[in-house]
């Protein structure tokens, strides 16, 4: 293993997923009322009381009532963006520090804290879309497969061999024998046979991650260590299903899947290397190792994710040793600790992308309309002279301050097999005249005061939404308001601390958007389809931003399917162009991952991917499974938590058995930061 230097790269957002990632999913953005900003596991129960706990947790957790809340924007994650992958949202400290009597403290010798600022959405794997809560189901459950830190490839998970039949549409997988649930119970095939079949039949269970199962005929586990899953048409990602393997002895007693979020009893019992202890929201999420985890377990005694509203709170908690790991920093927070003491700073390509979100008219798959979005917006033209004034490359030197590369493309430039970006003649570049035009030919006029209007007399004054907490968005907004108001267009910047309810409402105009993409981009091109719509008004859907487009709906249906690789990067390519011309979604800037950790906490921690990578919001569970404390005795100095890092290198031999030479990783948000 060896220690990391900071990397170059485009950064972070919260959320999203991510998300991520979120793919066709029912995104219910459910959010209870306990959504705090990071997830804690805890050890695994002694062996003795094994049966007896997991009965009486199963009980709990089937009978614990759960508090429905109202859906929150994914961006993490922002995304999320992540995801998905979304900023986090819901109840907070005054101070945006856990300043209370409980802050998760329990004595741990080596404790690895990690500050974040996203709330939880659920502990529910079914229903989590946000970035902080995929990577907490990362860190207590196994998927099937995982993700090489090094290249992102897929490497055995759960499953150490899957193998295809020569048609592609029956998918074998040997299921491990040397994985045991937390309460002492072994995991078989019919732990993953039961997560998929609940998912292909209950629109509850398929809130996060349908879309990985829609094209699924039938799931079976013939034995214990073999799981079989039968398609309707091939589908390309059978090596990255994204989806965490629940027990089924907890999770059949549930009753309503879409309102239960796996928060009112712990420890929670799962399979991964930690176990999540316990959680309060907006406060912390306790985690401890798995001592049985077939891989090993991880070195820190345990894993604390405590929130933090304001980031220059946790910045000066880093600094005091309160924490070990604060990720999404601001330019100015990662320059101000570049020279401190015992503190590395990480800066590499980031897997997110920043974006502007025009309200294209929120609608539902049956036709229904709703929200109050601006209809000049419905106008190609209004859309392209508003992106024709947006100067890119002033947002990254100005507001990224270099730390973020110029956007283009919907695919960050990391994913090099579907990055995409366009030719001279199609790019909509910073032409402030030019947008003038296009608004003068479209016959939005200047009035007497200057103030564009259309032919129906409506000015051009728009709504931006605005996360609260994230500075890129507040310094953005000021460029735009200064930008369109040299065109005649008025903008009002809506900064709120919930974006979620008028986003799903389609109350906005237009709106800072977000995601993490994920090695498989299948799920983040999957929220703009018209599938990811919600079925009636009054539903939520898995869309990012009600778009609908029969030729984006095409190519999609055809990347879904094709394993050759090559053939596959140029439809999702074709995708991104098409996406692009549309005039919907405008990608402004890839930040870079900006993140930092105590050296004096932790010696030395994984990057993803390992030669310059992010150590937050990872496709896997490597850098806190990997990460190594720098000295025995408790890590943090104020209770609750301590190291969290970054650094590369992890050498992990595994055999890779797969048939069909497929480059598929899916997923989010989370999204995510699903969408953050």
Request: proline share 7%; glycine share 8%; aromatic share 8%.
């Given at each position: 293993?060896?220690?990391?230097?900071?990397?170059?790269?485009?950064?972070?957002?919260?959320?999203?997923?991510?998300?991520?990632?979120?793919?066709?999913?029912?995104?219910?953005?459910?959010?209870?009322?306990?959504?705090?900003?990071?997830?804690?596991?805890?050890?695994?129960?002694?062996?003795?009381?094994?049966?007896?706990?997991?009965?009486?947790?199963?009980?709990?957790?089937?009978?614990?009532?759960?508090?429905?809340?109202?859906?929150?924007?994914?961006?993490?994650?922002?995304?999320?963006?992540?995801?998905?992958?979304?900023?986090?949202?819901?109840?907070?400290?005054?101070?945006g520090k856990n300043n209370g009597e409980?802050?998760?403290?329990?004595?741990?010798?080596?404790?690895?804290?990690?500050?974040?600022?996203?709330?939880?959405?659920?502990?529910?794997?079914?229903?989590?879309?946000?970035?902080?809560?995929?990577?907490?189901?990362?860190?207590?459950?196994?998927?099937?497969?995982?993700?090489?830190?090094?290249?992102?490839?897929?490497?055995?998970?759960?499953?150490?061999?899957?193998?295809?039949?020569?048609?592609?549409?029956?998918w074998t997988y040997t299921i491990r024998?040397?994985?045991?649930?937390?309460?002492?119970?072994?995991?078989?095939?019919?732990?993953?046979?039961?997560?998929?079949?609940?998912?292909?039949?209950?629109?509850?269970?398929?809130?996060?991650?349908?879309?990985?199962?829609?094209?699924?005929?039938?799931?079976?586990?013939?034995?214990?260590?073999?799981?079989?899953?039968?398609?309707?048409?091939?589908?390309?990602?059978?090596?990255?299903?994204?989806?965490?393997?629940?027990?089924?002895?907890?999770?059949?007693?549930?009753?309503?899947?879409?309102?239960?979020?796996?928060?009112?009893?712990?420890?929670?019992?799962?399979?991964?290397?930690?176990?999540?202890?316990?959680?309060?929201?907006?406060?912390?999420?306790?985690?401890?190792?798995?001592?049985?985890?077939?891989?090993?377990?991880?070195?820190?005694?345990?894993?604390?994710?405590?929130?933090?509203?304001?980031?220059?709170?946790?910045?000066?908690?880093?600094?005091?040793?309160?924490?070990?790991?604060?990720?999404?920093?601001?330019?100015?927070?990662?320059?101000?600790?570049?020279?401190?003491?015992?503190?590395?700073?990480?800066?590499?390509?980031?897997?997110?992308?920043?974006?502007?979100?025009?309200?294209?008219?929120?609608?539902?798959?049956?036709?229904?309309?709703?929200?109050?979005?601006?209809?000049?917006?419905?106008?190609?033209?209004?859309?392209?002279?508003?992106?024709?004034?947006?100067?890119?490359?002033?947002?990254?030197?100005?507001?990224?301050?270099?730390?973020?590369?110029?956007?283009?493309?919907?695919?960050?430039?990391?994913?090099?097999?579907?990055?995409?970006?366009?030719?001279?003649?199609?790019?909509?570049?910073?032409?402030?005249?030019?947008?003038?035009?296009?608004?003068?030919?479209?016959?939005?006029?200047?009035?007497?005061?200057?103030?564009?209007?259309?032919?129906?007399?409506?000015?051009?004054?728009?709504?931006?939404?605005?996360?609260?907490?994230?500075?890129?968005?507040?310094?953005?907004?000021?460029?735009?308001?200064?930008?369109?108001?040299?065109?005649?267009?008025?903008?009002?910047?809506?900064?709120?601390?919930?974006?979620?309810?008028?986003?799903?409402?389609?109350?906005?105009?237009?709106?800072?958007?977000?995601?993490?993409?994920?090695?498989?981009?299948?799920?983040?091109?999957?929220?703009?389809?018209?599938?990811?719509?919600?079925?009636?008004?009054?539903?939520?859907?898995?869309?990012?931003?009600?778009?609908?487009?029969?030729?984006?709906?095409?190519?999609?249906?055809?990347?879904?399917?094709?394993?050759?690789?090559a053939r596959r990067g140029d439809l999702?390519?074709?995708?991104?162009?098409?996406?692009?011309?549309?005039?919907?979604?405008?990608?402004?800037?890839?930040?870079?991952?900006?993140?930092?950790?105590?050296?004096?906490?932790?010696?030395?921690?994984?990057?993803?991917?390992?030669?310059?990578?992010?150590?937050?919001?990872?496709?896997?569970?490597?850098?806190?499974?990997?990460?190594?404390?720098?000295?025995?005795?408790?890590?943090?100095?104020?209770?609750?938590?301590?190291?969290?890092?970054?650094?590369?290198?992890?050498?992990?031999?595994?055999?890779?058995?797969?048939?069909?030479?497929?480059?598929?990783?899916?997923?989010?948000?989370?999204?995510?930061?699903?969408?953050?």
């Open positions: 293993m060896i220690t990391t230097a900071p990397h170059r790269s485009p950064g972070p957002n919260p959320s999203l997923r991510s998300r991520t990632e979120r793919r066709p999913r029912r995104l219910l953005r459910l959010l209870l009322a306990s959504g705090i900003a990071a997830s804690a596991l805890s050890a695994v129960p002694p062996r003795a009381e094994a049966q007896a706990e997991a009965q009486a947790q199963a009980q709990a957790q089937a009978q614990a009532p759960s508090a429905v809340r109202a859906a929150e924007r994914l961006t993490e994650a922002r995304t999320s963006a992540d995801g998905i992958g979304a900023h986090g949202i819901g109840a907070h400290t005054d101070d409980d802050d998760g403290k329990d004595g741990a010798d080596n404790v690895l804290t990690v500050a974040v600022s996203q709330s939880v959405d659920s502990l529910s794997p079914f229903l989590a879309q946000r970035l902080v809560s995929t990577s907490v189901h990362r860190l207590i459950y196994e998927y099937l497969t995982n993700y090489d830190p090094k290249d992102a490839r897929p490497v055995p998970g759960l499953a150490t061999a899957w193998t295809p039949s020569s048609d592609k549409l029956t024998k040397d994985s045991t649930w937390s309460d002492g119970r072994p995991v078989t095939a019919a732990d993953a046979a039961w997560t998929f079949n609940t998912m292909m039949k209950d629109p509850g269970a398929a809130t996060a991650n349908g879309s990985f199962t829609a094209n699924f005929a039938e799931v079976t586990a013939p034995a214990p260590g073999t799981l079989v899953i039968r398609l309707k048409k091939p589908q390309a990602n059978m090596a990255a299903l994204d989806v965490p393997i629940v027990p089924k002895h907890v999770w059949e007693k549930v009753g309503d899947l879409s309102a239960f979020n796996n928060d009112a009893r712990f420890p929670i019992v799962g399979n991964g290397p930690f176990v999540l202890t316990d959680y309060k929201v907006d406060r912390y999420i306790r985690l401890r190792p798995n001592k049985d985890f077939w891989r090993g377990p991880p070195k820190f005694d345990e894993l604390v994710f405590r929130y933090y509203k304001d980031g220059d709170a946790a910045v000066a908690a880093l600094r005091k040793g309160e924490v070990s790991f604060v990720p999404d920093l601001t330019p100015a927070q990662a320059d101000s600790l570049k020279d401190a003491d015992n503190i590395q700073v990480n800066d590499a390509p980031g897997r997110r992308f920043f974006a502007l979100a025009a309200n294209p008219g929120a609608r539902a798959r049956d036709g229904g309309r709703f929200g109050s979005g601006h209809p000049a917006l419905l106008d190609p033209a209004v859309r392209r002279a508003l992106f024709h004034a947006v100067d890119r490359r002033t947002i990254v030197d100005k507001v990224f301050q270099g730390h973020a590369a110029e956007g283009e493309g919907y695919i960050p430039p990391r994913f090099t097999a579907y990055f995409w970006k366009p030719a001279a003649a199609q790019r909509i570049a910073h032409d402030p005249a030019k947008a003038a035009a296009l608004l003068d030919e479209a016959g939005y006029r200047r009035d007497g005061s200057g103030k564009r209007r259309g032919k129906d007399g409506r000015p051009l004054d728009f709504r931006i939404l605005c996360h609260a907490t994230d500075p890129h968005d507040k310094a953005v907004g000021k460029y735009l308001r200064e930008w369109w108001g040299e065109l005649g267009i008025g903008l009002k910047v809506d900064c709120l601390d919930n974006v979620s309810d008028p986003w799903l409402k389609g109350d906005y105009d237009l709106a800072f958007d977000g995601w993490s993409v994920n090695p498989d981009p299948d799920f983040v091109l999957s929220i703009h389809t018209c599938s990811a719509l919600p079925a009636t008004a009054a539903d939520t859907g898995a869309t990012d931003n009600f778009i609908c487009d029969e030729r984006y709906d095409r190519l999609y249906a055809q990347q879904a399917v094709e394993y050759d690789a999702v390519r074709q995708m991104q162009s098409r996406l692009y011309d549309t005039g919907f979604m405008n990608v402004m800037a890839y930040p870079n991952a900006l993140e930092a950790y105590r050296t004096d906490q932790i010696k030395s921690i994984t990057t993803m991917p390992e030669a310059a990578g992010n150590l937050y919001g990872q496709d896997g569970y490597w850098s806190w499974w990997s990460a190594e404390p720098a000295a025995a005795g408790r890590a943090a100095s104020d209770g609750g938590g301590s190291s969290a890092a970054v650094a590369i290198g992890i050498g992990i031999s595994v055999v890779l058995v797969i048939a069909v030479g497929i480059l598929t990783s899916r997923r989010r948000r989370a999204t995510a930061d699903d969408r953050e």
